[in-house]
C-alpha cells in the first residue's frame, strides 16, 4: 500500500514551494550566459562545497553503494569511494579549470587543441551527460518506486521527476541549482545518517548481526577475491583521473568560486562530503544483509526499502522530498552543462554572428532532446552498479587528451583525435570480443583502453606537426596565471611574442 | 623556442621539471598545503572505515 500520509505530503509540497520560489527569484538575476552557466563566478567557498557535494551526489549514488555493500559486504563501497585518495589532487588541480576563463570543459579543448577538439569534446560531453543523467533518473525511479512500496512505478517515478527537474532549470540557470544545492546537501547528509541508528537497533547491534550473519569476517573487509581486490581500486583510481577533468559540469564545479582558493576549498571540501556520507551508505547497506537477507531484495530497492520499513512517518515524505531536490538541481546542472556546450561549441561553428539571446532559446529547446534521450537510457541499464561501470568506462576515452595537453606541449590534436580513437576501441574490443565485463574484467578493461589511448596519443603526437607556438604560449601562461592578473597575462604574451620575432 | 621559460623573470611562473616541452607548474604553497590537508583527513576517514570494519569483525 502507498505510506505517504498527510505529513509525508506536507513536507513534499512545502519543500515544493520553497524550490519553487528560489527558481522564480534566481530566474530575475540572470543578465548574460556567465551568469546562467557559472552563475556569474560570485560564489564563496560554503556555497562552493554544497554545489560541489550536490553536484557529484545523486540519489544513485546512495542507491548504487547500498546495493553493492549489500551484495559485495563493505568492499562495495569502493565504488564512491576510491576518489578519496583523488581528492588532494584536485584541491591543486581546481585552480586550472578558474585560470583557463573557459565557461564550459569544450572552450578548454579548444583553447589547447582548436575548434575540432572543441566539437568532439562537445559532441562526447553531450553523450557523457545523457549517460549521468540516465543513471541518476535510473537511481531515483528505483528509489521512489522502493519508497512507494511499488505504487508508483518505475516508469512514472522518472516521468514525475524529469517534469520538476526540467521545469527547474528552465527558470532558474545554475544560480537557483547551487541554492538548491545547499538545501538538498543538507538533507542528504542528514538522511544518509538517519538510518543507521534505526537499523542497528533493528539487527540487534553488533551481536545481532554476528548471530545473523554467518560470513562477518568476509562482509567487512574491504577486498573481495575475483570481485574488487588490489588491482581493481588501483585501476579505479587512475581511471578516476581521467574521468573527472573530462565530465562537463566539472567546470562550473570547480570555475564558479569567486576566488582561486574558494573554488579549491570548495570542491575539494564538496568531495570529502561525500566520502562522509559513503561511510553511512556503506554500513547501511552490509547491515541490510542482516535485516532482510542477502539477496532476498533488489539490490537497487535496499536503500529506499529500509526509509520505507524502517523510519517513522512523515520520513517517507521527507526522503521523497530530498531525493526530487537531488535530481532537480542535479538535473539542472547537466542541462545547463549540456546546453552550454550545445550553444558554445557546436552552434557557434556554424553561426558567425552571435546573439546571446537567440543562444538562450536555442539551448532550452535543445535541453529537451536531451532529457528525452537520457529518459530513453534510463530504461536500457541493468542496474546501477552497471551504470556506473558503463560511465567509469564513458569519460576517460576523452580525458586522455586533457593530461596529455595538460602538461605536454608537444601533444597536439591530432595525437588528440588518435587517443580517444584508440581508448574507444579498445574499450569496445574488450568490452564485446574479449568480454572484460563486470567487477572482474573492469581492471583489465581500464588497463587496456588507458594504455591503447595514451600509446596512440604520444605517437601520433610525435609524428605530426606541433600546435602553433604562439597558441600553446597562450594556452600555458593562461592556465598559469590567476584570475585577476590580466594585465600581466598581456604583458607575458607580448614578451614571448617578442622573443619569438626576434629568434 | 619550444621549452621556452623566461629565466630570471620573476613574472614567469616556476616549472617542476625543466625537460624540453614539459609544463608542469610547481604548485603554489596554497596548493601544497591545500594538498596534505585533504590527504591527512582522507586518510583519517579511511582509518575510520577499517575501525567500524574491525568492530563488527571482533567476536
Known amino acids: 500500500m502507498l505510506l505517504l500520509n498527510w505529513l509525508d505530503l506536507s513536507i513534499i509540497a512545502i519543500y515544493f514551494a520553497m524550490m519553487l520560489g528560489i527558481g522564480l527569484y534566481s530566474a530575475r538575476k540572470i543578465k548574460g550566459m556567465d551568469d546562467y552557466y557559472l552563475g556569474g563566478r560570485r560564489f564563496g567557498k560554503w556555497l562552493m562545497t554544497m554545489y560541489a557535494f550536490g553536484a557529484g551526489t545523486h540519489a544513485d549514488s546512495a542507491v548504487g553503494v547500498a546495493a553493492q555493500t549489500y551484495k559485495l559486504g563493505i ?3 569502493w565504488y564512491q569511494w576510491i576518489l578519496l585518495f583523488n581528492t588532494p589532487f584536485y584541491f591543486v588541480l581546481a585552480a586550472v579549470f578558474r585560470r583557463a576563463r573557459c565557461l564550459t570543459t569544450g572552450d578548454f579543448y579548444e583553447l589547447r587543441y582548436g575548434s575540432s577538439l572543441g566539437i568532439l569534446y562537445a559532441c562526447m560531453g553531450v553523450i557523457i551527460n545523457i549517460g549521468f543523467l540516465g543513471m541518476m533518473l535510473l537511481g531515483s525511479g528505483r528509489l521512489l518506486e522502493a519508497l512507494t512500496g511499488g505504487q508508483l512505478s518505475f516508469a512514472w517515478s522518472i516521468l514525475l521527476i524529469t517534469g520538476a527537474f526540467v521545469f527547474y532549470s528552465l527558470i532558474g540557470g545554475l544560480v537557483a541549482t547551487v541554492w538548491n544545492e545547499v538545501i538538498q546537501g543538507a538533507l542528504t547528509i542528514v538522511m544518509s545518517f538517519l538510518l543507521i541508528p534505526f537499523i542497528y537497533k533493528a539487527v540487534g547491534g553488533v551481536g545481532g548481526f554476528q548471530a545473523k550473519v554467518p560470513n562477518v569476517d568476509e562482509l567487512f573487509s574491504l577486498i573481495t577475491p575475483g570481485e574488487i581486490g588490489l588491482f581493481w581500486i588501483v585501476a579505479a583510481t587512475v581511471n578516476q583521473f581521467f574521468s573527472i577533468v573530462a565530465q562537463p559540469h566539472i567546470m562550473s564545479s570547480m570555475a564558479a568560486g569567486s576566488t582561486e582558493l574558494d573554488n579549491r ?9 561525500k566520502r562522509v556520507c559513503t561511510i553511512a551508505w556503506a554500513f547501511v547497506g552490509v547491515l541490510a544483509i542482516a535485516y532482510y537477507g542477502q539477496g532476498k531484495i533488489l539490490g537497487d530497492h535496499v536503500f529506499g526499502s529500509l526509509v520505507r520499513d524502517l523510519l517513522p512517518v512523515g520520513f517517507a515524505g521527507l526522503m521523497i522530498a530530498c531525493i526530487m531536490a537531488s535530481v532537480m538541481d ?5 542541462i545547463v552543462a ?3 556546450l550545445f550553444t558554445r561549441n557546436l552552434m557557434r561553428r ?5 546573439d546571446e539571446g537567440l543562444e538562450l532559446l536555442a539551448s532550452r529547446i535543445f535541453s529537451l532532446v536531451f532529457v528525452a534521450a537520457s529518459i530513453a537510457l534510463a530504461f536500457s541499464f541493468d542496474d546501477i552498479p552497471s551504470a556506473i561501470r558503463f560511465m567509469w568506462n564513458l569519460v576517460p576515452l576523452i580525458g586522455v587528451a586533457f593530461w596529455l595537453g595538460l602538461w605536454w606541449r608537444r601533444a597536439n590534436r591530432y ?3 588518435a587517443s580517444f580513437f584508440a581508448a574507444a576501441i579498445a574499450w569496445i574490443a574488450g568490452f564485446y570480443v574479449w568480454e572484460l565485463k563486470g567487477d572482474s574484467g573492469l581492471p583489465y578493461l581500464i588497463t587496456l583502453y588507458l594504455t591503447a589511448g595514451l600509446v596512440a596519443g604520444v605517437l601520433v603526437s610525435l609524428l605530426t606537426p606541433a600546435e602553433p607556438k604562439a ?3 597562450r594556452f600555458y601562461l593562461t592556465i598559469n596565471t590567476p584570475v585577476g ?3 600581466k597575462l598581456e604583458r607575458l604574451l607580448k614578451l614571448r611574442q617578442q622573443v619569438a620575432e626576434v629568434i | 623556442m619550444e621549452g621556452f621559460h623566461n629565466e630570471g623573470n620573476e613574472e614567469e611562473y616556476p616549472k617542476l621539471v625543466h625537460w624540453p616541452n614539459w609544463e608542469v607548474p610547481v604548485p603554489g604553497k596554497e596548493a601544497i598545503i591545500g594538498f596534505f590537508v585533504t590527504l591527512a583527513i582522507s586518510l583519517v576517514l579511511h582509518g575510520f572505515v577499517l575501525w567500524l570494519s574491525s568492530l563488527f569483525r571482533q567476536t
Open chain 1, 75 to 77: 568492499s562495495g563501497m
Open chain 1, 415 to 417: 595525437g588528440a583525435w
Open chain 1, 330 to 334: 542535479n538535473g539542472a546542472v547537466f
Open chain 1, 485 to 487: 592578473q590580466e594585465d
Open chain 1, 338 to 340: 549540456t546546453s552550454a
Open chain 1, 350 to 354: 556554424f553561426r558567425e554572428k552571435q
Open chain 1, 265 to 273: 576549498v570548495g570542491f575539494a571540501s564538496g568531495l570529502l562530503l
Open chain 1, 471 to 473: 597558441a600553446l604560449d
